[in-house]
């Protein structure tokens, strides 16, 4: 069945970078693109990007430019999504989710990623 | 950013009722409205894309209704794994954004 799988929790300090992994599998990887969202404690969804895993073509939120970089490795069928400077207001349970394009659906998702900054 | 707005942000319920959730988008997005459950401390899991499509495996309870910028989710007949919150979804423009959910209590 098709399924992603995220990296496990993170703690980091206010100035550092993360690097959440979501592999993918039961489906070809190059055939959809992958988003990724989050979620802060109590709120709601924020979308924070797609990438292309057929071209590594993305689009970022505005809010998230500069600071973002998604990636993919094709040969081991894994996306990743790397936030730098983090601050407080980073943490949040980070998600992978199986996207065609930009503007399509999101599913499946990943079972999240607990990124928690503080010093 | 196009804003999505929920109502309402809570809502109690029996099994058997039949719920309806609205979504109002602060422009038209065409009918680029999904919907998402989340149980607490699960991911979010797709039940509606494009308005009124279901995705496949999503119980026929659940249905999805509207255009332009009002939306509607019904459950038609609740059940007891049906608590959770819901969430919709515009991807008319980037970035997609979401309502700030739904919360069905018992």
């Known amino acids: 069945q098709v399924q992603l799988v995220q990296s496990g929790a993170e703690v980091k300090k206010p100035g550092a970078s993360v690097k959440v992994s979501c592999k993918a599998s039961?489906?070809?990887?190059?055939?959809?693109?992958i988003s990724w969202v989050r979620q802060a404690p109590g709120q709601g969804l924020e979308w924070m990007g797609w990438?292309?895993?057929?071209?590594?073509?993305?689009n970022y939120a505005q809010k998230f430019q500069g600071r973002v970089t998604m990636t993919t490795d094709s040969s081991t069928s894994t996306a990743y999504m790397d936030l730098r400077s983090l601050s407080s207001d980073d943490t949040a349970v980070y998600y992978c989710?199986?996207?065609?394009?930009?503007?399509?659906?999101?599913?499946?998702w990943g079972q999240g990623t607990l990124v928690t900054v503080s010093s | 950013d196009i804003q999505m707005t929920q109502s309402p942000s809570s809502l109690s319920a029996s099994v058997g009722d039949r719920v309806t959730i609205t979504c109002r988008a602060s422009?038209?997005?065409?009918?680029?409205l999904n919907w998402y459950q989340q149980k607490p401390g699960k991911a979010p899991k797709l039940l509606i894309y494009?308005?009124?499509y279901l995705e496949s495996g999503v119980p026929s309870r659940f249905s999805g209704s509207g255009s332009g910028t009002d939306f509607t989710l019904t459950l038609s007949s609740l059940q007891p794994e049906d608590f959770a919150t819901y969430s919709c979804?515009?991807?008319?423009?980037?970035?997609?954004?979401f309502g700030g959910g739904t919360k069905v209590e018992l």
């Open positions: 989710a199986r996207a065609t394009n930009v503007d399509t659906a999101l599913g499946p």
């Open positions: 039961g489906y070809t990887f190059k055939s959809y693109g």
């Open positions: 990438i292309s895993t057929y071209n590594g073509n993305t």
């Open positions: 422009q038209s997005i065409d009918s680029f």
């Open positions: 494009a308005a009124s």
């Open positions: 979804q515009q991807t008319y423009r980037t970035p997609p954004t």
